[in-house]
C-alpha cells in the first residue's frame, strides 16, 4: 500500500511539474515562446506515442507467453531512434528560424530520453517495482523543477528552459 501511494504523491508531482513548466514559461519567458513549446509538444506527441506502442501493456502481459525484455528492447529503440531522425529532419524541413530549429531539436532528444525512460519504468511495472517508480519519478520531478525554473529565472530563455529539460532527463536516466 506504501509503494501505491508513493506513486500516487510521484504522479501528483509530476504533474504539478508539468503545470509549472507552463506558467514559468508564460510569465517569465513570453506567450510565443509558451505558443513555440506547445507547438513543439503538438509536433512531438503522436511520434511519441507511436513510439512507444503501448510496451507499458505488452512487457508485462506477454512474460508469460516468453516473450523477453530483449525482443521488446530492440524493437523499442529501433521506433526511439526513428523517433528522433525524424524529429529531426521535421525541424531542419519546417520553416522556422534557427533559434526555433534548435529549441526543436533540442525537444526532441528530450522527449528521446523520456521515452527511453518509460521503458525502464515498463520493466518494473512488469516486476512490480511499484516503489522504484515512485522514487523515480519524485527525484525526476524536483531535478526538473529546480533545473527549470532556475533557467527560466536566470536567463528567460525557452532554449535554456529546454536545455535544463533535457539535462534533467538525461541526468534521471543514466542514474
Known amino acids: 500500500m506504501r509503494s501505491k501511494m508513493l506513486n500516487v ?13 507552463v506558467i514559468l514559461i508564460t510569465r517569465m519567458i513570453g506567450l510565443y515562446e509558451v505558443g513555440l513549446f506547445s507547438y513543439f509538444l503538438a509536433i512531438a506527441a503522436p ?22 525484455y530483449t525482443m521488446f528492447a530492440r524493437f523499442r529503440n529501433i521506433l526511439n531512434h526513428l523517433f528522433l531522425l525524424t524529429m529531426v529532419g521535421l525541424a531542419v524541413f519546417l520553416e522556422l528560424t534557427l533559434y526555433e530549429t534548435v529549441c526543436l531539436i533540442l525537444f526532441s532528444l528530450f522527449k528521446y530520453y523520456e521515452t527511453k525512460e518509460d521503458f525502464i519504468y515498463t520493466e518494473n511495472i512488469a516486476e512490480s517495482n511499484i516503489a522504484f517508480l515512485g522514487y523515480s519519478k519524485i527525484l525526476k520531478s524536483i531535478l526538473t523543477i529546480i533545473l ?28
Not at 511520434?47 to 523477453?68: E, K
Not at 530563455?157 to 542514474?175: D, R
Open 9 to 21: 504523491f510521484a504522479t501528483l508531482l509530476f504533474s504539478v511539474n508539468q503545470w509549472l513548466q
Open 47 to 68: 511520434l511519441v506515442l507511436f513510439s512507444r506502442f503501448s510496451f507499458s501493456d505488452l512487457v508485462p502481459t506477454q512474460r508469460r507467453y516468453a516473450y523477453g
Open 148 to 175: 527549470f525554473a532556475a533557467a527560466v529565472f536566470l536567463t528567460g530563455s525557452l532554449l535554456a528552459a529546454i536545455i535544463s529539460l533535457a539535462v534533467a532527463q538525461i541526468t534521471v536516466y543514466y542514474l
